[in-house]
């Protein structure tokens, strides 16, 4: 089992907090929901490349890249 850092258990729970703030906004049509939508995107494939996403389960890895 592998501890996770401090670092990257808060990037962890800032996307988990972008996420669920960008969703709604979408389902509630807001006018800058698609450039949080966006930014949400962008911020997953930075953390992702850093390597903060990095998973024990091959599959998840492939979900990640798909």
Same mark, same amino acid.
């Given at each position: 089992?592998?501890?996770? *850092?401090?670092?990257?258990?808060?990037? !962890?729970? +800032?996307? #988990?907090?972008?996420?669920?703030?960008?969703? +709604? %906004?979408?389902? @509630?049509?807001?006018?800058? =929901?698609? #450039?949080? @939508?966006?930014? !949400? /995107?962008?911020?997953?494939? =930075? &953390?992702?490349? %850093? +390597?903060?996403? !990095? *998973?024990?389960?091959? *599959? %998840? /890895?492939? =979900?990640? @890249? &798909?």
């Amino acid at each position: 089992l592998q501890m996770l *850092s401090q670092g990257t258990i808060l990037l !962890r729970i +800032g996307f #988990i907090i972008l996420s669920l703030t960008s969703f +709604g %906004l979408l389902t @509630e049509n807001r006018p800058k =929901a698609d #450039i949080l @939508e966006i930014i !949400r /995107c962008l911020v997953f494939v =930075a &953390v992702y490349k %850093l +390597g903060h996403l !990095r *998973s024990q389960f091959s *599959s %998840l /890895c492939y =979900a990640y @890249e &798909v």
